[in-house]
């Protein structure tokens, strides 16, 4: 069956500096991968996808991704992470008719 | 004004009680979606619909149901509420020719007491 792992409940990262959130995947096919973003309180704001082609892929707010057949990962990046940034993050692949499956997320902190 | 919004937001029931989540969009999609969010859990998907005639359960449909009343408004019931449904519920919607980009409206805070 279709899954999605991400690794690490929680990260917390000084700000300023660096962050790359992890994500496996496991699907037969082709995948199509996403990155959403849920601030506190807000719904999911999605910050990038991937359908094929270039495996780094750009988002919004100066994320980045990369697609890695071999390692079946969707790792998500920023260079210089904001205090704005802290929120959960989730990771998802893209089924059949449309459908999502999520990972359980990442909480991201961010300490001043 | 949001694209795909949700209410009530938040909603605090009794056990047995019937409760309705509702969600309506403006964005002209013709997909919806209902997922419940658990801490630790991620979203899990509880029943999807591509159009006003067409409803489909998805990985967590037993205790809800839906209706489709216009392909603008998708609405989630849950007919005798328990507690193990307290949860976050969101409303997502997308379009055929955007392959799997889900729009998500703000989210439903639901406890069963």
């Known amino acids: 069956a279709q899954s999605v792992t991400q690794p690490d409940i929680h990260i917390t990262v000084s700000e300023g500096a660096s962050l790359e959130l992890r994500c496996n995947y496991s699907y037969g096919a082709t995948p199509y991968l996403f990155w959403y973003v849920q601030s506190p309180g807000q719904g999911l704001q999605l910050l990038l996808k991937y359908f094929s082609g270039d495996t780094l892929v750009q988002g919004i707010k100066g994320f980045e991704a990369e697609f890695k057949r071999s390692q079946s990962s969707f790792n998500l990046r920023k260079p210089s992470v904001h205090w704005s940034d802290a929120a959960e993050y989730f990771c998802a692949v893209g089924l059949y008719g449309n459908k999502l499956v999520f990972g359980a997320g990442t909480i991201l902190r961010v300490k001043s | 004004d949001a694209d795909v919004t949700q209410t009530p937001r938040n909603r605090i029931t009794k056990t047995g009680k019937r409760i309705m989540l509702e969600c309506s969009q403006t964005k002209g999609h013709d997909r919806m979606y209902w997922y419940r969010q658990d801490p630790g859990l991620g979203l899990r998907l509880i029943y999807y619909?591509?159009?006003?005639?067409?409803?489909n359960k998805g990985e967590i449909s037993d205790g809800y149901s839906v209706s489709r009343q216009a392909q603008a408004k998708f609405s989630l019931s849950l007919e005798s509420a328990i507690p193990n449904q307290t949860a976050l519920y969101f409303c997502a919607t997308s379009d055929l020719l955007r392959i799997n980009e889900q729009f998500f409206g703000p989210g439903t805070r639901l406890t069963v007491l």
């Open positions: 619909s591509f159009d006003v005639k067409d409803i």
